[in-house]
Antibody, heavy 118, light 109 residues
Framework: ELQLVESGGGLVQPGGSLRLSCAVSGITVSNTYVSWVRQAPGKGLEWVSIIYSAASTYYADSVKGRFTISRDNSKNTVFLQMNSLRVEDTAVYYC????????????WGQGTLVTVSS | EIVLTQSPATLSLSPGERATLSCRASQSVSSYLAWYQQKPGQAPRLLISDASNRATGIPARFSASGSGTDFTLTISSLEPEDFAVYYCQQRTNWPPTWTFGQGTKVEIK
């Protein structure tokens, strides 16, 4: 059974860094697409980043230059390194598997909360 | 940047009624549109891909249509578990990016 489990969230000060992990089971992470999607408290969904099976990566403008997505094939895990964090980055961060040519998100983790506050 | 506008913001209906949700794109997205359902405290769930294809395990009471800029999600007869927030999502080809609408909350009347 395909499963994604996020970890690494927590409280961090503005300007700080945090690394989120998305442990994937049931599929080889190097053969699929994984995205990060976030949701600020009480708000809607915002796509953040994707890593394709070929390891190409893309980012939303709001995080470009500050966030880096990567993966460790040996651990079947995808990471989101978040630097220069801002108060507006506060959100629940979900990882999700992409399916099909358009990479719609068909399996999601339960999310991990990132709070950026002084 | 393509903006998705969902309407209405809130839909108040009773179980058994028909729900019709709208999603309008600021420019054509062809059929590159999906719909998700999200319940409180849960991750979103994919309902519809490519504008009209039900995802695996999604009941037949969920249907969707549209192309270009105007899309509709219909729930033919609301079940108690259908009261949730629904988001539409589009994908831009290059560079690949995804955006969501602001959501429509379907609440019990």
């Amino acid at each position: 059974e395909l499963q994604l489990v996020e970890s690494g969230g927590g409280l961090v000060q503005p300007g700080g860094s945090l690394r989120l992990s998305c442990a994937v089971s049931g599929i080889t992470v190097s053969n699929t697409y994984v995205s990060w999607v976030r949701q600020a408290p009480g708000k809607g969904l915002e796509w953040v980043s994707i890593i394709y099976s070929a390891a190409s990566t893309y980012y939303a403008d709001s995080v470009k230059g500050r966030f880096t997505i990567s993966r460790d094939n040996s651990k079947n895990t995808v990471f989101l390194q978040m630097n220069s964090l801002r108060v507006e980055d506060t959100a629940v961060y979900y990882c999700a598997r992409g399916v099909g040519a358009t990479s719609w998100f068909d399996f999601w983790g339960q999310g991990t909360l990132v709070t950026v506050s002084s | 940047e393509i903006v998705l506008t969902q309407s209405p913001a809130t839909l108040s209906l009773s179980p058994g009624e028909r729900a019709t949700l709208s999603c309008r794109a600021s420019q054509s997205v062809s059929s590159y549109l999906a719909w998700y359902q999200q319940k409180p405290g849960q991750a979103p769930r994919l309902l519809i891909s490519d504008a009209s294809n039900r995802a695996t395990g999604i009941p037949a009471r969920f249907s969707a249509s549209g192309s270009g800029t105007d899309f509709t999600l219909t729930i033919s007869s609301l079940e108690p578990e259908d009261f949730a927030v629904y988001y539409c999502q589009q994908r831009t080809n290059w560079p690949p990016t995804w955006t969501f609408g602001q959501g429509t909350k379907v609440e019990i009347k």
